[in-house]
T-cell receptor
Framework: EAQVTQNPRYLITVTGKKLTVTCSQN?????MSWYRQDPGLGLRQIYY???????DKGDVPEGYKVSRKEKRNFPLILESPSPNQTSLYFC??????????????FGPGTRLLVL | GESVGLHLPTLSVQEGDNSIINCAYS??????FIWYKQESGKGPQFIID?????DKRQGQRVTVLLNKTVKHLSLQIAATQPGDSAVYFC??????????FGGGTRVLVKP
């Protein structure tokens, strides 16, 4: 089954404790992206990657890191989480990312609480 | 995309009626627009898209209209069904492959 998976689905942590949220897709997609979703603000793009070893900042990259060492995985790293990073996080992928009529597939979401 | 307050705008519609969801976008350089549907506890799902050189595109029970003059996008759902209850987001893509989402509209279908 074609899908985007994220782990963990729920995470409670404390300020300053490094964490990684994994994202994996099995569709051989080149484009992957991370979003955060907050009430009243919709989805905001954190980082995206057009292909292996190619990453770019989205609208809200501060406090986050990503890496794209292999095509299927795009982990989101919070080196020193803060309470304002409490949010619902979505990973997404699509075939190439720049083309018209390209469906972006979203993962199930990771709910993060930083105390 | 537009930003809204803490409470999502809500559209209540009778089952069987048509729904119209509106979105104002911000970037006149955006060349691609997408509508997503997000059901409770799930990630957004693609519904329909439109390129900036078009003003209308139809899918199955859905139609997207684009008015570039006033930077307005709308999604029309024909014969709304209970399964259409969800939050709907518009998104715009400009150069650089960044996707910017609107704040969302909640659609509640009344039986």
């Amino acid at each position: 089954e074609a899908q985007v998976t994220q782990n963990p689905r729920y995470l409670i942590t404390v300020t300053g404790k490094k964490l990684t949220v994994t994202c994996s897709q099995n569709m051989n997609h080149e484009y992957m992206s991370w979003y955060r979703q907050d009430p009243g603000l919709g989805l905001r793009q954190i980082y995206y990657s057009m292909n292996v070893e190619v990453t770019d900042k989205g609208d809200v990259p501060e406090g986050y890191k990503v890496s794209r060492k292999e095509k299927r995985n795009f982990p989101l790293i919070l080196e020193s989480p803060s309470p304002n990073q409490t949010s619902l996080y979505f990973c997404a992928s699509s075939l190439r990312g720049g083309s018209f009529r390209e469906t972006q597939y979203f993962g199930p979401g990771t709910r993060l609480l930083v105390l | 995309g537009e930003s809204v307050g803490l409470h999502l705008p809500t559209l209540s519609v009778q089952e069987g009626d048509n729904s119209i969801i509106n979105c104002a976008y911000s970037n006149s350089a955006s060349d691609y627009f997408i509508w997503y549907k997000q059901e409770s506890g799930k990630g957004p799902q693609f519904i329909i898209d439109i390129r900036s050189n078009m003003d209308k595109r139809q899918g199955q029970r859905v139609t997207v209209l684009l008015n570039k003059t006033v930077k307005h996008l709308s999604l029309q759902i024909a014969a709304t069904q209970p399964g259409d209850s969800a939050v709907y987001f518009c998104a715009e893509k400009a150069a650089g492959n960044k996707l910017t989402f609107g704040g969302g509209t909640r659609v509640l279908v009344k039986p």
